[in-house]
């Protein structure tokens, strides 16, 4: 675990460098291979950043709004550089609209821009989970296996470790560069790693020691990655039949 | 047995795997109820200290139960620590008499504690400044940045922590707000 990167008198936060690290290499990918889907790489990396940038901006407009008389009272924070202040779902929610939005007035075909843009989610998701390891979030259960970490005054499972191995192997198995990727139906490179993902979460929330729960115990990501799991594979199995009757 | 038919079958056992999974790994009911263990990190009990004033008076954060605690580990040299000072100060003078306690720990090991008591004069801080000479509680909270603030509960639950600074006063206000609510004036 190392929160903070200590550059000479500059302290760098380390899971948000990762984040940004991450993104970044993940537009270059998408950027070079976004040729093989027929589209004009500009394009899709300017729908992506449009997402990004509005994203950013509206949930940090989305959060002054929820707590506006903490704002009344000192307004030039809405520019603060802390993180705090941001409202994640409202910044997915506009940036996916946008993103969208800006595509269509470009003429982008969806699916085909959704197969682009995975692999910068794909280097996404490993960034995200190596930025866990960095800050400690996300940690694993209990556990005394070999492998096992001490973290948090106990060893646990190195749950940050597995999530960004798995997200690694699905990078690795959809890398874009392979020739089978050219001959799949528009959309099912994405939805391929929309399935290999749901899965992953599905099985490795299992080692997590800070999962959100239901009364009872369940883990809320797992029930949600099986539900996105049950709707990509029948989606992946519609695409086959289409397939076939071709 | 057709394509269709054999990815069915497989798509009904990969989701009924998973059915069993999420029951296999639900998290068991004794887990849910020991969920108090200690460790520097949100969603854990803060760990404990007992740390003297400049007067000398101790102040021990287990005592603070049932009040909404703000622990700033900060140094008078830290830029960011002075800046975000009187936004700490002015949230207190509001809150405290709604169950507010805000807790400067000084990390004296590595500052000068004549220093950080006059700054903190000169600031007028009403707050307890409590001087953390042997470098204890920078350790038990291993202290990796300076300022780093430590939210915590009325039940003495870690509720967010914040690596660095300044913090904006908004940032303050929402989550003194948010942790008020379960606080006793």
């Not at chain 1, 020691?209 to 809320?220: E, F, K, T, V």
């Amino acid at each position: 675990m190392m929160p903070v990167l200590q550059v000479g008198p500059f302290a760098l936060p380390l899971p948000v460098l990762t984040v940004l690290i991450g993104l970044w290499l993940g537009l270059t990918l998408t950027e070079r291979f976004a040729a093989r889907n027929d589209l004009k790489a500009d394009l899709v990396i300017n729908t992506a950043m449009l997402g990004l940038i509005s994203g950013v901006i509206a949930s940090r407009f989305g959060y002054v709004l929820r707590h506006l008389s903490a704002f009344i009272a000192s307004p030039m924070d809405v520019f603060s550089r802390n993180l705090g202040l941001f409202d994640p779902i409202i910044g997915i929610a506009v940036g996916v609209i946008s993103s969208a939005i800006y595509a269509q007035r470009k003429d982008l075909r969806w699916l085909p821009t959704l197969d682009a843009l995975t692999p910068a989610l794909a280097v996404f998701a490993i960034a995200l989970h190596l930025s866990h390891l960095a800050s400690g979030e996300a940690y694993g259960t209990p556990s005394n296996l070999a492998w096992s970490i001490e973290l948090w005054g106990i060893r646990r499972h190195p749950s940050q470790i597995y999530e960004a191995a798995a997200a690694l192997a699905i990078l690795i198995y959809l890398w874009p560069g392979r020739k089978n990727v050219t001959s799949l139906l528009p959309g099912e490179y994405f939805i391929r790693f929309m399935t290999l993902s749901a899965a992953s979460l599905l099985f490795l929330e299992g080692f997590r020691g800070d999962s959100a729960l239901l009364p009872g115990g369940l883990r809320i990501p797992q029930i949600t990655a099986w539900l996105v799991l049950a709707t990509s594979l029948v989606a992946l199995g519609r695409r086959r039949q289409k397939i076939n009757i071709r | 047995m057709t394509d269709a038919s054999r990815w069915n079958f497989f798509t009904v056992v990969v989701l009924s795997l998973g059915v069993v999974w999420i029951w296999m790994s639900k998290v068991p009911h004794s887990e849910l109820k020991d969920a108090a263990k200690t460790a520097p990190q949100t969603g854990f009990l803060a760990p404990d200290f007992s740390l003297a004033t400049p007067k000398g008076e101790q102040i021990k954060l287990s005592d603070q139960r049932g009040k909404a605690v703000i622990v700033n580990i900060w140094a008078s040299w830290c830029l960011p620590c002075r800046e975000e000072m009187p936004a700490l100060q002015r949230i207190y003078e509001e809150s405290a008499s709604q169950g507010l306690l805000i807790l400067a720990v000084n990390a004296t090991n590595q500052d000068d504690p004549e220093e950080a008591i006059k700054f903190s004069e000169d600031l007028g801080l009403s707050f307890p400044i409590l001087l953390d000479i042997d470098g204890s509680v920078s350790s038990r909270y291993r202290l990796q940045s300076l300022p780093t603030t430590f939210f915590i509960d009325p039940g003495g639950k870690i509720d967010e922590v914040v690596l660095g600074g300044p913090m904006a006063e908004a940032l303050l206000r929402v989550r003194v707000e948010r942790l008020l609510k379960d606080a006793k004036p």
